[in-house]
């Protein structure tokens, strides 16, 4: 007499997996938590740099030295501000 092994297969196990992953996306959109992880990823200060004036004449000159205006600066309160993103130069 031939016994079958009981237990979940493979095939559950990744499904079950997958089924988390989704959930888990769906609950950062829901939450607004995927907005924020692509507003610090192509943040200025995320990259390390600094968000400084842009009316002051000299904002990228001495310590920093290099202009990002690829990489955007946001306040405390998650919203775009109107400063220039400053990087300093590597050595």
């Known amino acids: 007499m031939r016994k079958k092994a009981q237990g ?7 499904i079950a ?3 988390l992953i ?3 996306l769906i609950v950062m959109i829901v939450t607004g938590g995927l907005g924020d992880l692509g507003r610090r990823s ?8 600094d968000c ?3 009316n002051d004449v000299n904002v990228c000159k001495g310590e920093f030295e290099q202009e990002r205006s690829d990489l955007s600066c946001y306040g405390v309160d998650g919203k775009k501000t109107d400063e220039l993103c400053c990087m300093r130069l590597l050595e």
Request: include cysteine.
């Open 52 to 54: 400084l004036d842009q």
């Open 42 to 49: 192509n943040g200025c200060r995320a990259n390390g740099g």
């Open 22 to 24: 989704v959930m888990t």
């Open 8 to 14: 979940m297969s493979i095939n559950t196990i990744i």
């Open 17 to 19: 997996a997958i089924a």
